[in-house]
Structure formats: structure tokens, C-alpha cells
């Protein structure tokens, strides 16, 4: 199996629990529960795959998407029970889809021929717009809105990966480690609260 | 006039009345009652086009969708002081809607040549999206998340559908009684008060 | 470089700039005030361009939209204290992008062959889908469902842009002229308070 096809699996499964976690959370019924999971582990890729034209979108034409959601939403509700830190699992697998598809979907960019700053973009649409379709459905301001450097940890990762890009030819460790320093930066920002510096001391 | 053109003006046209009757109540103006009857009538056919690749999408190829929709709009203003029992006449063209386009999505599904599930899927997504985009829109807390099993009559009447045509020939009435399998079976829900079994009970 | 092209990039300048005024009214953070900005601007064309299959959508084929909308939001971002007027100064670059998005949408259906009112739907669409975006993603129920007549506006330039090139040829002024009409039609709404006739007095 290709790499990067596997870390898509990988990351289908981190963001299919983390939106099973987030509709448990608002109550939902098992098959609206499915369906939030859903949207969160294809909603990135499927408004990349839109945006470029590579249609029908990836899930579409490969089945094993729809499995591995199914059973990992079942995953997630056999085993609400244990969850005892909610957050601290949620943010987990929430961070580990990011990193990934960031990754990803910058790839996919570069294979396409885009501009550095447009496959860019790219990666960073299909890590944070999964999660931002689960929250706009589960009626929550969309956290990537309100909270810590979520889109910028995407940034840096993506921007090092075309670095290391253009300086040695893709490995597999290439999508591992830049994939571990998005869920890094991402962690880092969090445990020491960091945001980007504001501007509104002085705005009426 | 081939039968699933047909059956798709039919959802057209009751999707459009349910669009304008939840806008009149939300008393927009006679554009916004239009928009909104537009979106819910197009919506789900639309976004299944986006995803499958069938662009420009159906209705901008076709004007009588267009004329359809207008036309809906009209009368449901006309009518609407003759309408003493609006959330059952809602319901009612809410759930034709739903049966017709739940059929057509499956089998443009089939003969694009997905697997059945993705075809059961896109039947889905076209009859539900563009209610769902309706009460987004509209500000509401989209129904399908909160009531009924209104996606699972659209998943039963899509997989009765596929054995129907495993085992026959597809005939008009095979579009028309799976069809009103969906519409039936949400009717019945909703007598019943029948809902997914909840798990809640034991959940933190 | 072609007066469309001049039109759609004063359109993009006009659209960010009206968005990173909401966001920074929303006090988001830099990266926020980028990405309202940004979805402001293209998100007309971007979902004009996914309809009508004109895929990759414009904003990924030509880095000048990305650079153009970042200067804009640095610009607005520089600026934001001698922005006395604030609600003046949003509406006018908010009307701005309006006029021109009308017109670039109306002439890439006419140019690509779609019936009349398809093109004046698109015109529409290109016009107002990035400000609706922009008000949900800021969690303002949106402002074209609530106020004035907005997307008549829109409608009135359009149609005077089809009838014009039926009886002319194109030219640069044509453009210049229909834009100008959807704007001073949306100031002219404004100022005197016109809206579209309601008819709910005799509503229950």
C-alpha cells in the first residue's frame, strides 16, 4: 500500500472518531452520528477535490473510505464509556487528521502543478475543512475561528514539506515527519497557549 | 416525456412549495421566499452533480427547472391563506420530495457505475440536502439531525430499489413504488413516533 | 490588461476589504481577518466556477487573486483607525464588489452559452455568495435575507447588461455602465429605504 494512501486511511479514521465524539457530545442518534463523522474525515478533501476538478471526489471511487468511517464509528461509541478525558481524546485525534491531511492535500497540489502558495492553501483546506463543516452542523462556532494557531500549524507544516521538497527527493519519512511537525507546532501552541499576536487594544 | 424526468420535476415542484412555505413563515420577502424555495428544490441535486462530476449541473442546462420552481413559488403565495394546516401540508410535500429524489440520485448512482453503497449515498444526499441547506439557511437546527428517521426511509426505499433492479428489468413502476416506499415508510415513522434506538443513557 | 480581467481584481480589492472589516469587527485574529477576506472575495466566482465546471476554480490558475486580497487585507488591517465610518465605508466596498461581480458572472454565462436567466442567476450568484458566506462564517444571519433589495439590485444590472449586448457590441463601456447601474440602484435602495412589497398582514 502507498504511503500516502495509507496516512489518508490514518487520518479518515483520527477525524471520523473526532466528529463521532463532537455528535455524541450533542446527543445525537447513531446514524446522525455516522453522518458528522463522515462529513468530518471527507468534508476536507471533498471541497479540495471540488475545488480542483478531480471529480468524482476521492471517496466516491473508493469504497474503503466508507468502511474505514463505518468502523470507526463504531469504534467510537462502543467505547464513549472509557473515554474519561473527552477533550483530551477529542483534541488528540483532531490534531492527528490535521497533520495529516495537511500534508496531504499540499502534496496533492504540487502534483497538480499549482503555485507553492496555492498547494498550500490546498493542504490547509483539507486538514481544517472537515472540521469546520462539523462544527458549523453541530451549530458551534467553528473552533479554527476562535482558538490557538490551529491553521497556522498547517502552514508551517506545509511550507517545510515543499522545502524539504525541493532539497531531497520524496521519501516516505518526508510525509511522516512533516506530518509530526504540524501535530507538534499544533500541541506546542496549545500547551503554552500560543495565538497569534492581536490588534484591537487600540480598536474602536 | 421519459418517467424520471418527469418524477424529478414532481420533486422539484413539492420541494419548492416546502422551500416557500418554511420561508413565509419566517416572513421573508417575496425574493427570499423564491431563494429559498430554489435552494431546497435544486440543492440536492445540485450538490450531487458537484460531486459526481456532471457539471454545469442539471438545472442550468435546463430551463424548465426554473419555470418549476417559479411557478411553485407563486402558487404557494397565492395559496397560502388556504393553508390551515401548514406544517402537515409541509410535511407532506417534504416527504414527496424526499421519495422522488432519494430514487433519482440512486439511479444516476447506478448508472454512473459507483458501488451501491456510494449509489445509496448519493440517493441519500439528494433527497436530503437540500433540506438541509433550507433550514441552515433559515437558521433552523436541520431536521434530519434532530428528528425521525428521515434518512433511513431514504437508505430503505435506495436499497429496495437496487435488489428490485438486480432482480427485474427497470420499469416506471419500479421508479414510482420505491418511490412510495420512501414516502410511506417516513409516514409511518412519524405516526409511530419510531427514532433510532438512543444510547445516551449510560453516557457522561 | 483586458478591462474583465481589471474589473474582477478591483471586485476581489473591493469584496476583501469588506470582509476584513466584519472579521475585524468580529475581533479575529490576523489569520481570521485573512481567511473572512479571502472567502469573501472569491467565494462568488469559486461557487459560480463549481457549477458551471470551470475547474480549477479561477482563484488556483492565477496567483494574483491570493497577493491581491493579501495586500487588501493589510491595507484594511493598516488602516482600520481612520475608518471613522465604518458602516459607510463596508457598505460602499461591499456595494462595489456587488456591481462588478454582477457583471463579470452575467458575461461568463453569456459566454458560455447558458439560457438569459441562467446568466442573470449566475451574475447573482457571483455577486452575493461570497457576502453570504462571509455572514455565516461570522455568524450574522445573512444580511441579503433580511435587508433592502440587495439581489435586485443585482437582477436589474444584469438584465440591463443582456439587453444592452443584444442591441450593441461589447464594449469596455458596456461593463463600466452595468456595474455602475447595480450599484446606484443598491444606494438608491438604500437611501430611500425601498424594499420589495411584503404580504404578510394578511398572513397567520
Known amino acids: 500500500m502507498a ?25 445525537l442518534d447513531p446514524f446522525g452520528v455516522f453522518i458528522i463523522a463522515f462529513v468530518t474525515a471527507v468534508g476536507g478533501g471533498t471541497i479540495r477535490d471540488m475545488l ?6 476521492g ?23 472509557k473515554l474519561r478525558f473527552w477533550s483530551k481524546t477529542f483534541f488528540l485525534f483532531d490534531t492527528i487528521g490535521i497533520g495529516v ?14 503555485h507553492p502558495i496555492i498547494s498550500i492553501a490546498l493542504g490547509t483546506m483539507t486538514a481544517c475543512f472537515g472540521g469546520v463543516t462539523r462544527d458549523i452542523l453541530c451549530n458551534d462556532i467553528p473552533i479554527i475561528f476562535r482558538k490557538e494557531i490551529y491553521a ?11 522545502i524539504l521538497q525541493e532539497l531531497f527527493e520524496n521519501t516516505n519519512y518526508m510525509y511522516i515527519g512533516t506530518t509530526l511537525i504540524v501535530i507538534i507546532v499544533r500541541l506546542l501552541a496549545v500547551k503554552f497557549k500560543l495565538s497569534l499576536p492581536t490588534f484591537y487594544s487600540d480598536y474602536r
Open 152 to 162: 497556522i500549524a498547517c502552514i508551517i507544516g506545509a511550507i517545510t514539506f515543499l
Open 52 to 57: 480542483t476538478g478531480r471529480l468524482p471526489v
Open 101 to 114: 491531511f495537511t500534508i496531504i492535500g499540499t502534496e496533492i497540489g504540487v502534483q497538480a502543478g499549482f
Open 3 to 27: 504511503p500516502l494512501y495509507f496516512l489518508d486511511l490514518l487520518g479518515t479514521v483520527a477525524f471520523a472518531i473526532s466528529g463521532a465524539l463532537v455528535a455524541m457530545n450533542k446527543r
Open 59 to 81: 471517496w466516491m471511487n473508493d469504497i474503503n473510505y466508507m468502511y474505514t468511517i463505518l468502523v470507526s464509528t463504531l469504534i467510537a461509541i462502543i467505547f464513549r464509556k
